[in-house]
C-alpha cells in the first residue's frame, strides 16, 4: 500500500521578544502514514481552571499526538505517546498527559512519582 503523506500544521504564535516588534512564526509538521488512516479530533476539558482546556489530538499509526497548552509553559506543548497500563499517555518534556475514558491529568514528572497530578481535567460534553 502506498504511503499517505499527511501533512498537520500546528499554529502556535510565538511572540519573539525583538526592539520595538513582535514576530510570529508557526510550524508545520508532515506525518507519513502507511496506512492512510488519519484522525484529527479536538476535546475540550474542564479543568476548574477559568477558561476550559482545548486539547487536540493527532492520530496517524504509529504517530499519536496531543497538543497541549500548559499554564507554565509559553507555547501549547508537543506530546508523543508513550507506553501505559492503562488509558492513553502522552509526555513532553517533564510533563505527563494521562487520559482514561472522560479523564485527563496532568502531571510534572520532576516531582515525587506518587504525587498528584498539577491538573484534574473532565471531558465537556455537549450532547444534550
Not at 500500500?1 to 502556535?12: G, S
Not at 488519519?38 to 477558561?51: I, K, L, M, S
Not at 494521562?98 to 460534553?125: F, H, M, Q, R
Amino acid at each position: 500500500m502506498p504511503n499517505k503523506q499527511i501533512a498537520a500544521t500546528f499554529v502556535a504564535a510565538m511572540m519573539l521578544i525583538a526592539p520595538a516588534q513582535a514576530t510570529q512564526t508557526s510550524l508545520q509538521l508532515s506525518i507519513t502514514t502507511q496506512s492512510g488512516e488519519f484522525e484529527q479530533r479536538v476535546t475540550r476539558y474542564d479543568c476548574g481552571t477559568e477558561t476550559p482546556v482545548q486539547v487536540s489530538y493527532i492520530n496517524a499509526a504509529p504517530n499519536f499526538l496531543a497538543v497541549v497548552p500548559v499554564a507554565d509553559e509559553p507555547q501549547p506543548m508537543i506530546f508523543a505517546a508513550v507506553l501505559s497500563a492503562s488509558g492513553a499517555r502522552y509526555a513532553a518534556g517533564k510533563w505527563v498527559w494521562w487520559t482514561k475514558g472522560p479523564d485527563a491529568s496532568l502531571y510534572d514528572s520532576t516531582l515525587a512519582e506518587d504525587a498528584e497530578p498539577v491538573l484534574t481535567c473532565s471531558e465537556i460534553n455537549n450532547i444534550p
